[in-house]
């Protein structure tokens, strides 16, 4: 299976539009060394033909000109997206489907609850039945049981649920329910291969562990370098785990976790533009090298050919 990060950042993408803060201020005036990221998405495939979106961000327009096989050129409209799979209602996850609308009917996939966000909240769906009908909606059931995509061979797809929030345009905001947010474990039925995708995961709940292990690499929730980040960067009144993120430091982050997941490659996307180690060479970046955590960076290319194939690599 191939994975194509089309794109590494959070919601507001690196640098942020309307943002001064250290990183956003830095990139600009070329006082760090970084890179630009735009909002978070990634395309697998293993044919390097047809190639499953999972989340369409706001900025699917750039991260499709800046990878060509999306478009094969096959006819005079056509496209490589062969689905998108949904993980959450929230709007850099999901906006992009507005820029898809030429291509309608698209194959969607998503839990029943973030098609009610996408209908009645943010109602892109419904607005999309004006293209050529719209979307074609399928059902991510919550049974843990594997599906796979039609037009898609070798690849299985598991939904993992994860604690999470609906977006604030929810109807049910303020009452959480299973399947506002997911993770989606993906396996190579040829290769034995398996990627774990969570870009937003806020809660280590035990039955992780599995998709952990299993994983031969785990994409996922980078966003936060602190607990109360956005508010010591003065640009936020909110803490990491009220978004539904959990950060990497501190004896209950990301990295203490990571670190029992010694055959897995491990790689951070969906990274905020107040994230320390976004800057190549803050201290911050130095403990991930440390504990071989990669950060994803848009155009990242990770191929799993052989099973935990990992251990060469570039960090
Ligand atoms: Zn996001
Ligand atoms: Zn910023």
Avoid at 165 to 193: C, F, V
Wanted: proline share 5%; aromatic share 8%.
């Amino acid at each position: 299976m191939k994975i194509h990060v089309l794109g590494s950042a959070a919601g507001g993408g690196f640098p942020q539009w309307n943002c001064n803060c250290s990183n956003c201020y830095g990139i600009r005036s070329g006082k760090i060394n970084a890179s630009r990221r735009t909002q978070s998405s990634i395309a697998v495939s293993v044919d390097n033909e047809k190639w499953v979106l999972l989340n369409a961000s706001p900025d699917i327009r750039t991260q499709f000109e800046q990878f060509p096989c999306i478009q094969p050129k096959k006819g005079l409209r056509d496209t490589g997206v062969a689905a998108v799979i949904l993980v959450d209602s929230q709007i850099d996850h999901s906006s992009g489907l507005l820029t898809l609308r030429e291509g309608c009917p698209i194959d969607v996939y998503s839990t029943e609850v973030v098609y009610q966000d996408l209908s009645t909240g943010f109602p892109i769906l419904s607005m999309l039945e004006h293209w050529n009908g719209g979307m074609r909606w399928h059902q991510i059931e919550l049974d843990t049981q594997p599906f796979e995509i039609e037009g898609v061979d070798r690849l299985r797809f598991t939904p993992v649920v994860l604690c999470g929030k609906a977006p604030p345009y929810s109807p049910h905001r303020h009452d959480p329910h299973p399947g506002d947010n997911i993770g989606l474990y993906i396996e190579d039925l040829e290769l034995g291969t398996s990627l774990f995708y969570a870009p937003g995961l806020g809660v280590l709940e035990q039955h992780l562990d599995k998709y952990f292990t299993d994983s031969d690499c785990v994409l996922v929730d980078g966003t936060f370098w602190r607990e109360d980040e956005m508010i010591d960067a003065g640009v936020g009144t909110v803490l990491a785990h009220e978004m539904g993120h959990l950060p990497q430091s501190g004896d209950s982050g990301m990295i203490t976790y990571l670190r029992r997941f010694q055959k897995t490659r491990k790689i951070l996307i969906h990274i905020n533009n107040t994230n320390p180690i976004l800057v190549e060479n803050s201290p911050q970046r130095d403990i991930l090298r440390d504990e071989s955590i990669e950060v994803a960076y848009d155009g990242m290319e990770i191929s799993l050919e052989t099973q935990h194939s990992h251990l060469s690599r570039a960090v």
